[in-house]
């Protein structure tokens, strides 16, 4: 099982804060767009676009960030943190 | 969440006071001859909307280590003695403090340096989010990356 | 010699409180989003030596005059909304505050800009002086201008 | 009469902080500095030697600022003040 985290703005897109995902076998963070974006078209559109970061056990993941069983994706908008 | 002033890594819903964090980076030599420091507050004004409050969202665990990695980086490359960064989450008022560097060093020169790379370095990396609430409404903001 | 936190150029003994100071400027503008602060602060060493005490003496109403200078054109030239510059004058042990520049701004690259410049400037242009007392005795501070 | 002030390192120079001299005309920096270097010729020296800035009522003076009755010169070793 993986869980899965949303932030920010994307708490209200996917209409929750945390997900919970049985794979079988590893797969690569392009894998589990697909798999997202089946149930969730707007948060696959998202991802697609690039409008939002991917992070895999609180380090920064690309699409060949290969996911198991355990980890922990987070969704992450734009961070505004800080000032200007 | 740690609100110990001892911890120089620390997301807190609480205030903090400048003063006692300078008086505890000051313990950590005696040989500190400059502290810059960067204090955030919260604005009245964004894109000419009348702000009247601010919350603050991190994900947790993984703050705190970007604000880590960044403590050690600015230490080790700009040479400071040592650093902290505190960020406060949750609701915000007006004229509030956010977030606070304290960069201290041996001379001015480094802490300067180290102190205004360290704040643009957490914006760009730390997974801290703001909702600004304005007279239209709540809106997460999402700066241009 | 003034020593209410209402003036913004102060030169005065006794020891000053940054967060004091800090929550003074943020009474200007509602509109204040960043805030650099310079802190200088007596260290243990210079060239070598161990120091056991520093000594200020400054220029009575030229040294507050130049000081000004400082404020109004770091004001102007940087776009900051205010500043304010205390030094401490007399005996300052290690690890005590000496100096202390406060640059608030709508955001934060022009408050680094001028909390730095300002310094500098006070370095350059403020009748000033330091005197160190080490184990060989006391000398005034003659830094190549 | 004019009052010249000295301060730092040197008061020792000249063994006092504070002195006052008559003058009946005005004079430029540069006589008043030969003034003072004939009763205090090592302060005369480190003038010449631009070791020392010199303050007229309190604003930077160079060889040609007159000096009038009244008025307050001050020599200024190098500053100090603020830190490294």
Request: one cysteine or more.
């Amino acid at each position: 099982m993986i869980t899965l985290k949303y932030f920010a703005s994307l708490k209200s897109v996917v209409e929750k804060e945390e997900d919970h995902l049985d794979i079988k076998n590893p797969v690569t963070l392009d894998q589990l767009s697909d798999i997202i974006a089946a149930t969730a078209p707007k948060m696959g559109e998202m991802i697609r676009a690039k409008k939002v970061l991917i992070s895999v056990n609180q380090e920064m993941a690309d699409d060949d960030t290969i996911i198991r069983d355990g980890d922990e994706v987070a969704f992450l908008p734009p961070f505004s943190g800080g000032t200007k | 969440m740690s609100t110990s002033t001892d911890s120089k890594i620390r997301i807190q819903s609480e205030d903090f006071s400048v003063t006692e964090e300078i008086e505890t980076m000051k313990k950590v030599s005696r040989n500190i001859g400059g502290i810059t420091t960067f204090l955030g507050t919260g604005r009245e004004l964004s894109k000419g909307e009348n702000i009247t409050k601010l919350d603050f969202e991190h994900y947790p665990k993984m703050a705190e280590k970007k604000m880590e990695e960044i403590r050690e980086k600015a230490v080790k490359d700009f040479g400071i003695i040592d650093m902290s960064i505190i960020h406060r989450i949750g609701p915000i008022d007006i004229g509030e403090n956010i977030v606070l560097i304290v960069a201290a060093g041996e001379h001015r020169q480094e802490t300067f340096k180290a102190c205004e790379w360290a704040i643009a370095e957490l914006k760009r990396t730390t997974p801290i989010w703001k909702r600004e609430t304005t007279s239209n409404g709540e809106v997460w903001v999402q700066d241009t990356p």
